[in-house]
Nanobody
Framework: QVQLVESGGGLVQSGGSLRLSCAAS???????MGWYRQAPGKERELVAT???????YYADSVKGRFAISRDNAKNTVYLQMNSLKPEDTAVYYC?????????WGKGTLVTVSS
């Protein structure tokens, strides 16, 4: 069993920045990790991923504004979000797959005011 705990969400004005953290109860060293988000009334969507060799992927909607990183020593994944827009408002979740089993955190709410 793996617990993932997100933090760092909150209310920010358009153009502002936030840094989300995702702390895992198990080593993330052998695991690719991802951030997802779900806006009200919409389906959950992939935001960014980071592989075990630090390769990254970003959704077009956040490319150039968001940065995903990992600290294996702390078992933590981060999402630096800059130039935030109202359309970034959502609950943000982190996820990873250990031994073929996907795990999700409970999410952290990000609200961007215009």
């Amino acid at each position: 069993q793996v617990q993932l705990v997100e933090s760092g969400g909150g209310l920010v004005q358009s153009g502002g920045s936030l840094r989300l953290s995702c702390a895992a109860s198990r080593s993330i060293r052998p695991v690719g990790m991802g951030w997802y988000r779900q806006a009200p009334g919409k389906e959950r969507e992939l935001v960014a991923t980071i592989g075990i060799s630090d390769s990254t992927y970003y959704a077009d909607s956040v490319k150039g504004r968001f940065a995903i990183s990992r600290d294996n020593a702390k078992n933590t994944v981060y999402l630096q979000m800059n130039s935030l827009k109202p359309e970034d408002t959502a609950v943000y979740y982190c996820s990873g797959v250990w031994y073929g089993v996907p795990y999700w955190g409970k999410g952290t709410l990000v609200t961007v005011s215009s």
